[in-house]
């Protein structure tokens, strides 16, 4: 029988986050969310070059190759004006070149805009906040996967604000996706490996106004997990000593762009161990065939669970406290309020076995004793970038009011210890690329992937729980209730009868060794009930076994809130 295809991987889909598919939020829920994470990890910033205007250099291949469609559509947001003149269907992504004639900025916020094509199919959403270098703006959305008839703007936010949406449908248009003879994919396996960490470049994307590059980092040696650009605690690639990763093209620098709404530079998720990182990036196109990426504020980190009381600290605090980690020493040295009162500074040094200085920071932050010192009091940290020795600055704090059980016990609570490692350069010629196996095991284990949600789609739609049992009725929960394991059956019996049921998730995180896989998966469903969609986000772990060739799924684990918050 044919099921319809509704497996999908989209780098867009949600942020880094993830709950049992039981624990369901309804989508303006999840929306809310992650537009929450994304705005907290990602520069909102104009992005692009160090001015933070996008150089019309960067579409220079693309006119002169008449790749961009024109389009000169406008539309009212609420007294300000927007004109889409062009759009290009790049590779990579969909760009579109418009002007706005008055405020994009609303009592809350900024102008939002998501783009569908003709079948309903989400093409993400862009800000007005990219500016190019002729004063106009630049909105940036997901690649079509085939030519649409017509495309279709929602704007919200800004002076629209968020009632009924601002739409602008783009019909009687001619478009069209870039050329195929300027666009090519690369896989790859170009690996480097240090004392502490792997990185491996694993596919490449050029299209004409920009390559995407996806990489998979991972620790190794006796590290508890890998952070990339952690020092700082940004997620986003500017760090105050500037990108953490950088792409060369024969020697010439290529500009970063976005990765996700609003974010410059990398972006990446962890495993659910923490020790593996799957990231992806975009620069402008490259010409030449002779590539090199370069990686900084690589740290392999060590758990810890220390804590210094601050109960009654009125001005300063000499801790003078040592705490081993493995092979090194933490030492705690003080406490203190800055001189304009306004900020704490908390100062430490990291030294070896043999009482050297060592590169590295250390997690740290302000908690309550509710819970045994789960209870995160929410103050912000980042490391002072003007010191050379470590700190840790933190906005000046006050016990809360009216609530005795906050105002005792709080305390510093150390919660990793990061190292950081040599910084990774990788020289890629396109030419001459190193492959595996592992590029065909791994097409092979996600089409098993793939077969699971296209299957309880088909079953769950068509109220057929046959189907389903025929090919993963093996698959036997465990004894212990609701610990997520193989609990196909009451995710099938609560759904079936949908109207529609789709499933996209984030890049997997897949392992492989000695024929066994894992895939680590953080995903959105999204299920249509009386002519309404609602969604819900879910963290599964797929394992697969190798037999006879061919990888067979053997165990499906979808996290509860307990497994991943700990509570």
Not at 60 to 80: H, L, M, N, W
């Amino acid at each position: 029988m044919s099921k319809p295809k509704v497996f999908e991987v989209r780098m867009h889909s949600i942020a880094d986050i993830g709950r049992k598919v039981g624990f369901r939020r309804k989508l303006f829920v999840l929306t809310l969310i992650f537009m929450t994470l994304l705005t907290s990890g990602c520069s909102v910033q104009p992005v692009a070059d160090s001015s933070g205007i996008v150089t019309l250099d960067r579409f220079a291949r693309a006119e002169q190759y008449e790749q961009f469609i024109t389009v000169g559509k406008s539309v009212d947001c609420k007294g300000t004006k927007v004109t889409i003149e062009k759009v290009l269907m790049d590779k990579n992504h969909t760009f579109m070149i418009v002007t706005v004639d008055g405020d994009i900025k609303g009592r809350m916020d900024y102008l939002t805009v998501d783009l569908f094509d003709g079948q309903d199919q989400e093409l993400g959403r862009s800000s007005f906040l990219q500016k190019l270098s002729d004063g106009k703006t630049l909105l940036t959305f997901e690649a079509v996967q085939q030519v649409p008839k017509e495309l279709r703007m929602e704007f919200f936010g800004g002076p629209v604000g968020y009632g009924d949406p601002v739409i602008l449908t783009l019909k009687d248009i001619k478009f069209k996706t870039v050329g195929e003879k300027y666009t090519k994919e690369y896989k790859m396996t170009e690996t480097m490996e240090k004392k502490g960490y792997r990185l491996v470049v694993k596919s490449l994307e050029r299209g004409i106004s920009e390559t995407s590059l996806h990489y998979k980092l991972a620790a190794l040696e006796d590290y508890d997990g890998i952070k990339h650009g952690w020092l700082y605690d940004w997620n986003n690639n500017y760090s105050p000593e500037g990108e953490i990763l950088s792409m060369y093209d024969s020697g010439r620098k290529l500009g970063t762009h976005l990765s996700k709404f609003n974010c410059l530079g990398p972006y990446y998720r962890l495993s659910q161990d923490k020790k593996t990182i799957v990231g992806m990036a975009n620069f402008d196109g490259a010409e030449t065939d002779n590539l090199q990426v370069e990686l900084t504020n690589i740290y392999g980190y060590y758990n810890m669970n220390e804590t210094i009381p601050i109960e009654g600290v009125k001005d300063r605090l000499d801790i003078n406290k040592n705490f081993p980690v493995n092979n090194y020493i933490v030492q705690m040295k003080s406490f203190a309020r800055e001189n304009d009162k306004e900020t704490w500074i908390l100062d430490y040094s990291v030294l070896d076995s043999e009482g050297n200085n060592v590169d590295a920071a250390i997690q740290a932050n302000l908690y309550s004793k509710i819970d045994n010192y789960k209870f995160l009091l929410g103050f912000e940290k980042f490391q002072d970038p003007e010191s050379e020795e470590p700190r840790l600055i933190f906005p000046n704090w006050q016990y809360p009011k009216n609530d005795d059980s906050l105002t005792e016990g709080i305390v510093i609570k150390i919660t990793q210890l990061g190292i950081r490692q040599e910084d990774a350069v990788v020289d890629i010629d396109l030419n001459n690329l190193r492959n595996s196996v592992e590029h065909q095991d791994e097409t092979e284990i996600m089409a098993v992937v793939s077969d699971y949600f296209d299957t309880f789609s088909w079953a769950v739609k068509n109220n057929d729980v046959i189907v389903f049992k025929q090919k993963f009725g093996y698959l036997k929960p465990t004894e212990k209730e609701g610990d997520g394991v193989n609990d196909w059956q009451n995710h099938l019996e609560s759904r079936l009868g949908v109207g529609d049921y789709k499933v996209s998730f984030e890049e997997p995180l897949i392992s492989i060794s000695k024929g066994k896989a894992i895939v680590d998966l953080i995903g959105l469903e999204k299920v249509l009930r009386s002519n309404d969609y609602s969604g819900a986000e879910f963290n599964s772990v797929f394992y697969l076994d190798k037999v006879k060739g061919k990888w067979k799924l053997t165990k499906v684990d979808e996290f509860t809130e307990a497994e991943i918050y700990g509570v």
